[in-house]
């Protein structure tokens, strides 16, 4: 296929850009394979134009097009020609709904320019193979393809925990993706349990996701692990080899919970198609703990109906906390922060080992595994530790973010398998920023950059739904690192938490509701200014770097306090 086929207009003249918040724009418009560019020249031809709009066409969600001031005429008939019907005075509006929430509308003259336009965008924004997609295209001067790629390699983790424990060893059983397809190839496992029997339990669990260390606590040496559901089906099958595996998780005396994200109710069901849960005839020392979370289809809804309310700018205030309410995105928020917390709690405070799975263990298990390791470890909460974190428990671990990230919260096609799960974590650690202002390295910047990378990248760090795929697409070779970008020094300070001071503590979050808040950075991004955050932000970065201690004290405290609760700003531009 070439981008040209698709591509029915490329260049509209006298294109006026809108979009909410800032003057419109009148310009030419030129659709590349990858590009929708909108360049001004308000000086004139002979001075260089300005652009206005440099939009990635995979970001595009939805595309609406409406023509108007329609006029016919019919040019007079000649040497026994067709008569000829002909459009005049045309025009039309496109609405463009982004997967990263923004909206532009671009008026262009001529209704058949405007529908090619349109259709253009359409095919371009669809095309689904990875390979045909801009990161394999991107080649920016300040980078090497292979930098970034390394930054966090997984035995470097391993070392870690091998230096304080001989328990866990590395094992390569999936290093060709034949044990598990959405595991990556190195997989930390009990030092005791050899790689035949990691085959044989791989059998019984969905997926081929037996169950693997996730995070060793290294307050206690508590675990926490992950999984799959175990395929015990209405037979109740047994499989002494996973019976093994987890068994040796624990010591002597000890006693470990299963946290399963589904309700119990639903567990029961999914035995009868063959999954279901760990009988505690089997797992003896084990005690299974249900925690049901959303995922799929109810928690897309949940966004999309979310974006719309916050889109609505004309509703009342009664009818705005009803539309908050029955979206039940905050209430998703508070689920995902609650189990987490559970999770940590039973390692920190119990000293209990963990085992976290769903049903297929790519969604709500690694949302739990992840956010619980921001709750436990400082390490998490840095910079390059939170890269790390993402880099082992969403993207090597399996998460499909081809898959879920397909769509956003604008598309008008029918979902399949989206879900915004990574979103639903991100979310969840600005709520630990917003109530632990000081305890992480990185600010509000960095979920929004990873969000919109998440959707729609010029990095190959989100493409595909696992390594696997990722391997026989060559994105290591073939694209450039979101990481490597992010750590260019100009790059990296624009992200760091100006307040951050190093807390070795656990962060035990309040998930209480009236702790829970709207993340207004992402969801009223593009509605309302933040220009006085940013230069209150901005004021506070002065300030730090001015080094003057008296003043950072006094005005860093109120300001970071004011900026973590902006509610009654957005109250009073309501």
Not at 189 to 208: I, S, W
Not at 295 to 324: H, Y
């Amino acid at each position: 296929m070439e981008f040209s086929e698709l591509i029915k207009t490329a260049t509209v003249e006298s294109v006026l850009l809108s979009c909410a918040g800032l003057p419109a724009v009148k310009g030419t418009l030129c659709i590349t394979s990858h590009h929708l560019l909108l360049s001004s020249c308000p000086g004139g031809d002979a001075q260089p134009g300005t652009v206005e709009l440099w939009l990635l066409i995979r970001n595009v969600d939805a595309v609406e097009k409406r023509v108007q001031n329609l006029g016919w005429y019919q040019p007079p008939r000649t040497n026994g020609s067709l008569r000829d019907t002909r459009l005049a005075g045309s025009s039309g509006t496109i609405t463009l709904r982004c997967k990263d929430l923004k909206v532009l509308q671009l008026e262009i003259p001529g209704m058949e320019e405007c529908l090619n336009i349109a259709s253009s965008i359409e095919a371009l924004s669809s095309v689904d193979s990875v390979m045909m997609m801009y990161p394999f295209f991107y080649r920016p001067q300040s980078l090497k393809l292979e930098e970034g790629w390394h930054l966090f390699p997984f035995e470097q983790y391993f070392q870690q925990i091998a230096s304080q424990t001989s328990q866990w060893r590395l094992s390569d059983v999936n290093r060709d993706f034949t044990t598990c397809p959405t595991y990556p190839p190195a997989v930390i496992v009990p030092a005791a349990v050899d790689d035949d029997t990691l085959r044989k339990a791989a059998r019984f669990r969905q997926g081929g996701r037996f169950p693997v260390l996730s995070y060793y606590h290294p307050k206690n040496g508590t675990v926490m692990l992950r999984s799959s559901q175990p395929l015990t089906g209405p037979n109740r099958k047994r499989c002494r080899e996973d019976e093994t595996l987890l068994g040796m998780v624990l010591n002597e005396g000890e006693r470990g919970f299963i946290i399963d994200t589904r309700s119990a109710q639903a567990a029961k069901q999914s035995r009868m198609t063959g999954g279901g849960t760990e009988p505690k005839s089997s797992y003896p020392r084990w005690r299974r703990l249900h925690r049901p979370l959303e995922r799929g289809r109810p928690l897309q809804e949940s966004f999309i109906k979310l974006v719309e309310a916050c889109n609505d700018t004309s509703i009342n205030m009664d009818r705005w906390l009803s539309r908050l309410e029955s979206c039940r995105w905050l209430s998703h928020v508070k689920g995902a922060l609650s189990t987490a917390c559970l999770a940590a709690q039973c390692m920190d405070r119990e000293e209990a080992s963990v085992l976290v799975h769903g049903a297929e263990g790519t969604d709500t298990t690694l949302l739990v595994t992840a956010l619980a390791q921001v709750i436990l470890d400082p390490s998490c909460r840095t910079l390059a530790g939170f890269q790390g974190l993402l880099e082992r428990e969403w993207i090597e671990a399996g998460h499909p973010f081809h898959l879920r990230c397909a769509h956003s919260a604008y598309s008008h096609a029918r979902l399949k398998q989206e879900a915004p799960l990574f979103l639903l974590f991100l979310d969840c650690v600005w709520q630990l920023s917003r109530q632990f202002p000081f305890s992480l390295e990185f600010d509000e910047r960095l979920l929004l950059t990873l969000f919109d990378n998440a959707y729609a990248s010029a990095y190959g760090t989100f493409l595909c739904n696992n390594e696997k795929e990722r391997c026989l697409c060559k994105v290591k070779e073939s694209t450039h690192s979101l990481w490597a970008w992010l750590n260019q020094p100009g790059e990296k300070k624009k992200y760091l938490n100006p307040l951050y001071s190093h807390n070795a503590l656990v962060i035990w979050p309040s998930v209480e509701p009236q702790s829970i808040q709207l993340w207004q950075g992402l969801f009223f991004r593009w509605i309302r200014s933040s220009q006085y955050l940013d230069e209150a932000w901005a004021e506070i970065q002065r300030l730090v770097e001015g080094n003057d201690p008296p003043i950072k004290e006094s005005t860093g405290n109120r300001l970071s306090r004011s900026l973590s609760n902006p509610a009654a700003q957005t109250e009073n531009e309501r």
